[in-house]
């Protein structure tokens, strides 16, 4: 028999909307976050929760695993073109965003350095089929 967990001090809240189905998601702060999600049938893309937005969806085109650096200042994604996700990072300050890879090949799932200038990723670049490794780089100088 299964019971539902209960108690009086931890009841859930939830942040997004019920149309989104959320993938992945990035949080600095209790309003400061990005999550990828998908909205019926359309493609996956990012969405921002800050001081200015609320679960607003962002004009990445076709992106997912957000990761938000530890100073806010940026936020790393993969952005799929011509079948592989790479990675990109958007200046969150100013919107601009940058390719940081363009490889026939996939960068997922990043994660920040506690510098804000490096980035920990999975990939498969230079691998075999579905056998991927923990790459580093540093993106920002």
Known sequence: MRT???????????LTPYSLNVYEASFLAEREYAFAAVNGMHYPQIFLTDATHLNAPLALGESRYPALSPDGRWMAYS??????????IRDQQTGVTRRIADEPCNQIQSSWESDSKTLLY??????????TAVSRRRVIP
């Open 4 to 14: 539902a967990f209960q108690s009086s001090v931890a009841n859930e809240v939830a």
């Open 79 to 88: 952005h799929f073109e011509d079948g592989v996700w790479n990675l990109w």
């Open 122 to 131: 999975s990939t498969d670049c230079g691998r075999s089929l579905w056998f």
